[in-house]
């Protein structure tokens, strides 16, 4: 069974500092990967995605993940983060061939200090 | 969000009843997905749909039922409604049969009292 792993239940960072939110897979396959931004009272925003080809993906607001086969990592990541970019985000791996529906982690809360 | 409504966007119900929530769609997608969002337990998929009257169980399916009679329709329902179902409730939509990333509705807050 597929499972996803994200260790940061909150992370606190500065305005202005970088990011670097974790997210580990376990997925027999090679998997689809996404993580996704969830505002306060609101439904959840895709950021990116990776299905395959460069390891490195852009997303929306300036975030990036990069692909780790070797560490079955896709990791979040953002130079210089911004008040508006507090919220949770959610690391998610789904299958290629089918539509059975992703597998979400628990999620990070993410705590910009002024 | 943009061709996903659902409703309604909150209720609250006592425990026994039946409460049925819906999800509308206006962008012909196949696929369809209920999920249900606690704290510390991230998004847990209940039921979902891969064409009219085509439906599935996902993870946390106990206690819930689904239909989908057209294309744009997918509806949840909870026969006996009980506290452990109160949550906020997601579906979403995804463009035909390779996981592209799913679009979700705004969410629908259920309060079993």
């Known amino acids: 069974a597929q499972s996803v792993t994200q260790p940061d239940i909150h992370i606190t960072v500065s305005e202005g500092a970088s990011l670097e939110l974790r997210c580990n897979y376990s997925?027999?396959?090679?998997?689809?990967l996404f993580w996704y931004v969830q505002s306060p009272g609101q439904g959840l925003q895709l950021l990116l995605k990776?299905?395959?080809?460069?390891?490195l993906v852009q997303g929306i607001k300036g975030f990036e993940a990069e692909f780790k086969r070797s560490q079955s990592s896709f990791n979040l990541r953002k130079p210089s983060v911004h008040w508006s970019d507090a919220a949770e985000y959610f690391c998610?791996?789904?299958?290629?061939?089918?539509?059975?529906?992703?597998?979400f982690g628990k999620g990070t809360h993410l705590i910009i200090q002024p | 969000d943009a061709g996903i409504t659902q409703s309604p966007r909150h209720k609250v119900t006592e425990t026994g009843t039946p409460v049925t929530l819906r999800c509308h769609q206006t962008?012909?997608?196949?696929?369809m997905y209920w999920y249900r969002q606690d704290p510390g337990h991230g998004l847990r998929l209940i039921h979902y749909?891969?064409?009219?009257?085509?439906?599935d169980k996902g993870e946390v399916s106990d206690g819930y039922s689904v239909s989908r009679s057209k294309t744009e329709d997918f509806l949840l329902t909870l026969e006996s409604a009980t506290s452990s179902q109160t949550s906020v409730y997601f579906c979403?939509?995804?463009?035909?049969?390779?996981?592209?990333?799913?679009?979700f509705g705004s969410g629908t807050r259920l309060t079993v009292v």
């Open positions: 979403a939509i995804s463009i035909g049969h390779k996981n592209y990333g799913y679009t």
């Open positions: 997925y027999g396959a090679t998997p689809y």
């Open positions: 990776y299905f395959s080809g460069d390891t």
């Open positions: 998610a791996v789904g299958s290629g061939g089918g539509a059975d529906g992703l597998t």
């Open positions: 962008e012909n997608h196949r696929y």
């Open positions: 749909s891969y064409g009219v009257k085509d439906t």
